[in-house]
């Protein structure tokens, strides 16, 4: 059966405003002009296996055919440039879907021809439009990225990382088995030029790049409350931007409690991250490849809380992009396409306009609200996770397909702070209760794991130092001090 454009956007997660294009085959001669094509003007995705009407025939032996095309593309495809190749099933055919963003570098040049899109069609440019691309370049700022970066040699870069970064599947053939040493091979990528290397390969690559870019580095935070005088967890990161990004998933899935899910078909109980970890990924990479790197005030800060999970980056949305067209998930206009292409090598960008989409789809499969994109010119881009609402009344009949209920590891300390809690209990009236006299004993076995996993809460939240504070269960700590008792009874 054949499809309209809108429905292969739809069953692709593409957007409604993507530029299509089908291809039947998925040979060089073919694909190559048409990539070319987009790079040099708004950039778009080429469909192999699709025909003319829409009719999916699907390819063959996709996998394959799909590194291979990847291959070629960036053999043949000059300057080096940031797209993607990959494999895409629709009714139980795979498809294979090119992605290519609009370049910064044109023009774009396969097989040493220059083509763009007049239309809805793919032809060579002419002279005149060859001049003045050229002329567009030339008159253009550099890009923060490809500047040179002050005071970093060869001895500054981490080995591991760059071992990491040149041993990656998706690296060019050319760049891994190059023999003029690594920094011939950085070049190859865009990272170095004329023997230095620049600000994109010292984010990414660097030991410590914070050192040269105080905006590198990046802030995690978890709290229960804002006004909390002290941060559950803190940490302040600098490194390359692959093992950055590794602890930053890492911090957010530790600081976020599990919850459960029940399926409608058996009933069984499943315990998943509060957040989906792929739209987390998703969520850091991006701020990591988008945001504004030339601002020395700008940075990344991210922040767990009971209500949501802040993802925060300088820079305003790319000119072009609105809030409506990040939903959409239009394709990237990237701000940095060096190092956006650093990070698709290494794995961590698969879908290089679309990871709005992947963000939005994941929330919705996991039953959390939809995120929420701010971007401000002057206070960068903010996204929002929000926390399930948790609603233990509810039972797993009603809704069987997702039923929010954090499940913390009750410690005996836990229990006893649970068993003792009835009402509103000052600290002193909570170590009287448990028979204890070090107060800071209390407050660090006790207390403070109950405020962490949210069993316990503050009277005064506003105010956690106020000499009137008090603690009580939360709904959730009640649900747990009633289960805990349920099992004590024979």
């Known amino acids: 059966m054949s499809k309209t454009a809108s429905e292969l956007k739809k069953l692709l997660s593409l957007g409604e405003n993507q530029t299509l294009e089908y291809l039947t085959n998925c040979e060089l001669k073919h694909c190559g002009p048409r990539v070319c094509a987009f790079l040099n003007t708004q950039g778009g995705y080429l469909l192999c296996g699709v025909d003319d009407k829409g009719q999916i025939n699907g390819v063959e032996d996709a996998g394959q055919i799909a590194e291979k095309l990847e291959s070629q593309l960036k053999s043949a495809i000059q300057p080096p440039v940031l797209f993607s190749v990959e494999v895409q099933e629709v009714e139980n055919k795979q498809?294979?879907?090119?992605?290519?963003?609009?370049?910064?570098?044109i023009p774009y040049a396969f097989n040493s021809n220059i083509y763009i899109r007049v239309g809805e069609q793919t032809q060579q440019a002419d002279v005149d439009t060859i001049r003045d691309m050229v002329m567009r370049k030339q008159v253009e700022p550099t890009r923060w990225e490809r500047l040179f970066s002050s005071e970093?040699?060869?001895?500054?870069?981490?080995?591991?990382?760059?071992?990491?970064?040149l041993s990656a599947k998706r690296i060019p053939k050319e760049v891994a088995q190059a023999e003029q040493g690594l920094l011939h091979q950085l070049q190859l990528l865009s990272l170095a030029k004329y023997g230095r290397l620049t600000n994109a390969a010292d984010v990414l690559l660097a030991s410590a790049p914070g050192k040269r870019h105080p905006q590198a580095r990046v802030r995690a935070v978890c709290y229960r409350h804002k006004a909390d005088d002290e941060y559950?967890?803190?940490?302040?990161?600098d490194g390359p931007m692959a093992d950055v990004i590794e602890q930053l998933i890492t911090f957010v899935m530790r600081n976020t409690p599990s919850r459960a899910r029940f399926s409608s078909a058996n009933n069984q109980r499943e315990d998943i991250p509060m957040y989906p970890e792929q739209a987390v990924r998703e969520a850091i990479v991006n701020a990591f490849a988008h945001r504004d790197y030339s601002s020395f005030a700008g940075g990344i800060k991210i922040e767990v809380s009971p209500v949501g999970l802040t993802i925060w980056n300088?820079?305003?949305?790319?000119?072009?992009?609105?809030?409506?067209?990040?939903?959409?998930?239009?394709?990237?206009?990237?701000?940095?396409?060096d190092i956006a292409h650093g990070l698709y090598l290494q794995g961590y960008m698969e879908k290089l306009g679309r990871g709005s989409i992947v963000i939005q789809d994941a929330c919705k499969n996991a039953g959390l609200p939809l995120p929420k994109w701010h971007s401000?010119?002057?206070?960068?881009?903010?996204?929002?996770?929000?926390?399930?609402?948790?609603?233990?009344?509810?039972?797993?009949?009603?809704t069987p397909e997702v039923t929010p209920e954090v499940t913390p590891e009750v410690t005996p300390g836990i229990y006893k702070l649970l068993d003792c809690l009835d009402g509103e209990l000052s600290t002193l009236e909570i170590i009287s209760k448990l028979g204890l006299k070090d107060r800071e004993h209390v407050r660090e076995v006790y207390i403070k794991p109950g405020l962490q996993q949210t069993l316990i809460e503050l009277t005064l939240p506003d105010k956690p130092k106020s000499p009137k504070q008090k603690y009580r269960l939360t709904s959730l700590g009640q649900q747990v001090k009633q289960q805990l008792s349920n099992k004590k009874k024979p």
């Open 376 to 398: 401000d010119s002057s206070s960068g881009v903010t996204l929002t996770l929000f926390a399930p609402e948790a609603t233990p009344e509810v039972t797993p009949e009603v």
């Open 232 to 237: 559950q967890d803190l940490q302040h990161l």
């Open 314 to 337: 300088a820079g305003a949305f790319p000119q072009g992009i609105d809030l409506q067209k990040i939903k959409q998930g239009h394709i990237s206009v990237l701000r940095n396409p």
């Open 152 to 165: 970093l040699d060869e001895q500054g870069l981490s080995t591991i990382a760059c071992k990491k970064l």
């Open 95 to 105: 498809l294979l879907v090119v992605e290519a963003p609009a370049g910064k570098d």
